[in-house]
């Protein structure tokens, strides 16, 4: 194909004059990170990052890497920049099996993988957030085996052992575009730094997905297919006819999720990622008088607002988790 050619030389012509600018700025800061990486011993440490601003599924992967190593009696430390959370300085959200904070102070991908980890049992984990990912393994990783960064890839200011690198098969790679005028942090060739690629929602754009394996299979890197799963709806649904909510970086797969389960959508509430939702918002959805499907992120969210307490019952968990093709191949590369 010759679009991989273009990519493969990376012919910085196809970037407009703001693209290059940005991409200019995030090499300079990669690079005096890179200068000052921190190396910890003894520390196993593995990066869950993406190309693109969000949407992925790293919070899902993050969850399977760190039930994996709970499984294999190792402590796991899993430190996040907490965005969108109000906490001002370094946070410990969750440990010993017990949440610490609300979703609304760490953030809601924090506290949902603390809250998804505590509902399967595991306890010895801990959750934490800040601006400077050396600060939280030197204050909270004494006494971890694993360290699991979460989108880290375009900070190495910590040295890892292994990057793993996501891209949603949803992505045309004909059509990426840098940041302002895409969502993607820097072009394909970024992938050639990875050591383990995932290419996620799989099944749902095939002609996507051949292209991505042709990229992947010139760049000669590692990589492997995977699905968002449903693992329950909670509570479960008896009615067919469902609102549908949510505010999350990829909403088509959720819609088509949803769909997926025969279930008639009356009326879609589509907002931006990690949106905080208010009472008047929450009020005009209840009107529909129908059981209201949101996402586990959303659920973490909503948990603190008052109108969804006194209305809890309406409310339906789509829970998903992520299956990986070759689980054990991928587990061997990453951690062999």
């Keep these: 194909m010759e679009f991989i050619k273009n990519y493969m030389t990376y012919n910085s012509r196809k970037l407009t004059l703001l693209e290059k600018f940005y991409f200019f700025l995030h090499k300079k800061v990669y690079e005096y990170r890179l200068k000052n990486q921190v190396h910890f011993e003894g520390k196993y440490i593995i990066s869950v990052g993406n190309l693109s601003a969000g949407g992925t599924g790293k919070t899902p992967l993050t969850i399977l890497l760190a039930q994996y190593f709970l499984e294999q009696d190792k402590s796991v430390l899993i430190c996040l920049r907490g965005y969108k959370g109000t906490f001002k300085d370094n946070l410990l959200v969750s440990e010993q099996g017990k949440i610490l904070t609300t979703s609304i102070v760490s953030g809601d991908e924090a506290y949902l993988i603390a809250f998804k980890l505590i509902e399967n049992k595991y306890k010895n984990f801990k959750v934490v957030c800040g ?86 299979k010139e760049f000669q890197k590692p990589y492997f297919i995977s699905e968002h799963t449903k693992e329950e709806i909670v509570p479960p649904l008896v009615e067919k006819d469902v609102v549908l909510v949510c505010g999350i970086g990829n909403p088509k797969s959720f819609v088509h999720s949803v769909r997926s389960e025969n279930l008639n959508i009356v009326k879609e509430y589509v907002f931006e990622d990690h949106h905080t939702f208010t009472n008047l918002e929450l009020e005009q959805i209840l009107k529909h008088n129908k059981p209201i499907v949101t996402t586990d992120k959303d659920w973490v969210r909503l948990l603190y607002n008052p109108v969804f307490l006194q209305n809890r019952n309406k409310f339906h968990r789509y829970s998903v988790s992520l299956r990986i093709n070759q689980f054990n191949q991928f587990i061997k590369l990453i951690y062999g």
Excluded: H, M
């Design 131 to 216: 601006k400077k990912r050396e600060v939280l393994v030197e204050k909270y990783g004494k006494d971890c085996d694993i360290v699991i960064l979460d989108d880290a890839f375009q900070n190495p200011t910590v040295a890892r052992d292994k990057d793993i690198v996501l891209i949603d098969v949803n992505d045309d790679p004909e059509n990426i575009r840098l940041i302002p005028l895409g969502r993607y942090r820097e072009p394909i060739e970024a992938l050639q730094r990875a050591d383990a690629i995932l290419l996620t929602r799989a099944k749902e754009n095939p002609k996507n997905l051949e292209k991505w394996q042709s990229i992947l």
